[in-house]
């Protein structure tokens, strides 16, 4: 019997014990009396059932199942487990310095087969694909700054000459440009835009939404007609008239820069000489969908943008294939958003200094975590919420109300008119969290922050602070959990989103960490990359070695062991 021992009337006593019939003492135990098993259930299936299946197919099948292709030779210098022990050990451990050790050896080859995998599809794109190298003169750089109204920050510097370095290459570029909210990153795409235009070749510049996708373009505009470049906007919105023009004038080479949404991707719009596609957020497209565009002869260089801050161990996994420029400065003129933590007792002063702040001609955010009201009493509503204040307190000012559930052409309408300074407070849920780009946003209140993850409550941070002005953020929160409470101090003590990011990661463990990617689809079944970073980088050092001696000529094709090995790994449950 096996259980929690309890005193119960002076009787002790074990409620709902395991227990397992010894039929003699020879008998290998399978429920009690080990280091057991516990396996995830669904419904129908029992864990004593479900583990004396697996039992006996390890003891049945496991020896004449499976083969292990990592050779000897390769396992021995790293004390990795033969792979039938490995998984004899993490179903039935022997101990758990054994188990550790099968643990081990399954999670270096989840890590390993990956790092080959990506590292064969950058060598086949290297190596069978060619982009157009472009000419890019020593003075073009010291040309651009001249004609910005402001200085680059180091992080834009370094990131330019990362490209310069790049687009000089046949070899096509596969970067992503990782910047903290507001640090510039399309200043540096204008960069790359111009350095295409002087080598006589076109540009796509694919965002994921329409709001978005004009902003990025007013910005563009600015910047590159002081240089003689007019990028061009198509979106799903632009007039039958206008889109037949610009799709012919794009397929004669006539627009050296073309803004645009998903309409981009239409099998009509063809290009004269496509040499640079730009991608922001990228992870709100398809594989398929980015890779309409760079199926091209000769293939373009790919530069991603991100403002979603990523671990640094997750950026060697989630974005593998890609080279990767930092960006953490904020360009100078910019104020540091000043966050503050009150209760909602505080409320009736803040709305009275938003008052003021407005009347000064400024604008200002007010984010909810719901849409309608639900049972939850302590939730406040957006809904609600906007027709309450817009009777009250802000009656004599113009609102907005934004949500998911509004048709993406509704929302992206309020969103615009938000832009273009027609409504003072926007309303709204997270759905702002990308895609509003207004200087003249200064302050946001976010109801019940503690609902809002840290990573999601930075980025909807950094919808404000984005002009000279100084800008505040104030969380309504009454978190219960110290988790909750040290998620909202954090908050007002870190802007830094990397440090956010690594610090949200301790807060949730493993949690969603997939976020980022395009799929919830875990990269690993067994494999950690933040826990297990150790093993995780002795894989990528193994797989980089193995793939010099492939790609430098001592041996001539990829070795048979490691052709089967990765054929293995990608049929493996």
């Not at 995998?117 to 982009?131: D, G, M, N, P």
């Not at 080598?199 to 590159?224: D, M, N, V, W």
């Not at 946003?441 to 019940?448: F, S």
Request: with cysteine; glycine share 6%.
């Amino acid at each position: 019997m096996y259980g929690k021992v309890e005193l119960y009337q002076k009787h002790l006593q074990m409620s709902n014990p395991e227990f397992e019939i010894v039929e003699s003492p020879e008998a290998e135990s399978i429920h009690t009396g080990r280091i057991t098993p516990v396996y995830p259930l669904t419904e129908g299936l029992f864990q004593r059932s479900l583990r004396t299946t697996l039992k006996e197919a390890v003891d049945r099948h496991l020896d004449d199942s499976i083969t292990d292709l990592l050779p000897p030779e390769f396992r021995s210098p790293l004390d990795l487990l033969p792979l039938d022990q490995a998984l004899r050990e993490m179903h039935l451990p022997t101990s758990f310095a054994t188990l550790e050790k099968a643990r081990r050896r399954i999670v270096f080859d989840e890590f390993f087969s990956f790092e080959l995998q990506i590292l064969l599809k950058v060598k086949a794109i290297r190596t069978e694909s060619q982009a157009p190298a472009f000419t890019i003169s020593p003075g073009l750089i010291a040309e651009f700054k001249r004609s910005l109204p402001f200085e680059l920050t180091r992080s834009q510097e370094q990131a330019i000459r990362d490209l310069v370095k790049d687009l000089s290459q046949t070899i096509p570029m596969n970067r992503l440009l990782q910047g903290d909210v507001g640090s510039g990153k399309t200043v540096v795409a204008a960069f790359a835009f111009l350095a295409a235009h002087r080598s006589g070749l076109q540009c796509a510049f694919l965002i994921p939404t329409e709001i978005l996708a004009e902003q990025h373009y007013r910005t563009l505009l600015k910047f590159l007609e002081l240089l003689g470049i007019r990028p061009e906007l198509l979106t799903k919105s632009i007039e039958p008239d206008r889109r037949a023009r610009l799709i012919a004038e794009l397929r004669q080479g006539k627009i050296p820069v073309v803004v645009g949404t998903h309409a981009l991707l239409q099998e009509d719009v063809c290009f004269k000489d496509l040499g640079l596609l730009v991608v922001d957020e990228q992870h709100k497209f398809g594989v398929h969908q980015r890779n309409q565009l760079l199926q091209k002869t000769p293939r373009p260089h790919q530069l991603v943008m991100t403002a979603t801050p990523i671990p640094r161990t997750l950026a060697l996994t989630v974005y593998a294939d890609l080279d990767i420029s930092v960006m953490k400065e904020i360009p100078k003129g910019r104020q540091p958003v000043k966050t503050y933590w009150i209760t909602r007792k505080k409320q009736p002063e803040i709305f009275s200094r938003m008052v003021s702040r407005i009347q000064k001609g400024e604008q200002a955010y007010i984010v909810f975590p719901l849409i309608e009201e639900t049972e939850r009493a302590d939730l406040l509503a957006a809904q609600k919420e906007y027709e309450r204040l817009g009777k009250t307190v802000f009656q004599k000012f113009r609102m907005g109300l934004v949500h998911g559930r509004l048709d993406r052409p509704e929302r992206e309408a309020i969103m615009r008119a938000f832009s273009r300074r027609e409504i003072d407070i926007l309303v709204a849920t997270s759905v702002i969290e990308v895609g509003v780009d207004q200087p003249n946003a200064t302050m946001m209140v976010i109801e019940n922050a503690e609902r809002f993850g840290l990573a999601q409550l930075h980025q909807l941070r950094g919808r404000i602070g984005r002009g000279a002005l100084e800008s505040e953020c104030f969380l309504f929160g009454e978190p219960t959990t110290e988790d909750g409470k040290r998620r909202l101090r954090l908050l007002t003590k870190i802007t830094d989103g990397f440090r956010i990011a690594d610090e949200d990661l301790k807060l949730r463990g493993q949690g969603d960490l997939w976020g980022v990617r395009q799929s919830g689809e875990p990269l690993f079944r067994v494999a950690h990359p933040v826990l297990d970073e150790a093993i995780l980088l002795e894989a990528r050092r193994e797989a980089r070695k193995l793939m010099g001696e492939i790609s430098g000529g001592t041996l001539q094709k990829t070795p048979l062991w490691v052709q089967k090995y990765l054929e293995q790994m990608s049929k493996t449950d």
